[in-house]
Structure formats: C-alpha cells, structure tokens
C-alpha cells in the first residue's frame, strides 16, 4: 500500500524499483514511515489548530457615554456578523455588560468593535473578564433587559 499524498507528485519517476525483492521490500518500508510521519504531523497541526480555535467565554464591561445611544443593538449586530453568541445588557450604574462565547480571535475582534462603539456614543473603556461559559447562550445573541 502506498501513501502518494506525502510524496512529491514525481516521487514514482525519481525512483527506479530493483527487481530484488529486499529492496522493494525495503523502500515500502521507507514509504510506510514516511507516510506515518507525515500523517502524524498533519494530524498534529489540525489538532493543534482546533486547540487554539476552542470557543472561550469572557464579558466586556464597557463605560462612557452607552446607555441610550444604541450602544446594545451595536453590539448584538456585531456579535452576529463575528459569529459570537451571548447576550448584551445595561446595568444600573450606566455601563453596559456583554458576555460573549467565541474563539479568542473573535473575541478579540469584538472588544476592539466594543472600544469604537455606535456614531453617537463617546466609550471611555472596556474592561474585559474570562467567564465561564454559560450553556443557555451558546446558541445565538440577544440584547437582554437592564439589571
């Protein structure tokens, strides 16, 4: 059996088979732990990909000018556009709350979305806490009521 996909599309010209069979025996034995290799590294890399793709939880408390400017429905279409889901909500001492479930990459992309904020609202800061994830906003975002 042979893996032709770790080898170079010319891998069978550059070879010429002995018609000894030691050696065939002894380059199906290089070809096998080549393709080993190879399938070991690959499955590594796609491993490894996942591993930092895990979706993470985290809430942004974001203060200045928020409440009232339409900072919450900012938030929930740029959670949807990035994938996110979560919730949004005003709290009582005029920031507003956004906990978030996604990979760190758009994570990221959404703070830096929090930090610009609507035409109308002036953010001073965005303060960011790992959470855990919460099973009952995993699917989707919403814009929650005040707490």
């Not at 959670?79 to 990221?108: C, F, H, K, M």
């Not at 979305?113 to 953010?123: D, I, N, Q, Y």
Request: glycine share 6%; hydrophobic share 40%; charged share 20%.
């Amino acid at each position: 059996m042979r893996c032709v996909h770790a080898f170079p599309r010319n891998f069978a010209a550059q070879i010429r088979f002995s018609a000894h069979p030691l050696n065939s025996a002894h380059s199906l034995l290089h070809e096998t732990r080549s393709c080993l290799c190879l399938t070991s590294l690959r499955a590594f890399a796609t491993i490894s990909r996942f591993v930092d793709n895990a979706k993470k939880a985290a809430r942004f408390f974001v203060t200045g000018l928020v409440q009232g400017v339409g900072f919450r429905f900012f938030a929930q279409a740029e959670a949807e556009r990035l994938g996110l889901s979560g919730y949004v909500r005003n709290l009582r001492d005029g920031r507003v709350e956004a906990y978030a479930i996604g990979t760190p990459e758009q994570l990221a992309q959404f703070r830096a979305r929090l930090e610009k904020g609507p035409r109308l609202s002036s953010v001073r800061s965005v303060a960011e806490q790992t959470a855990d994830i919460d099973a009952q906003y995993t699917f989707g975002f919403i814009t929650t009521h005040t707490i």
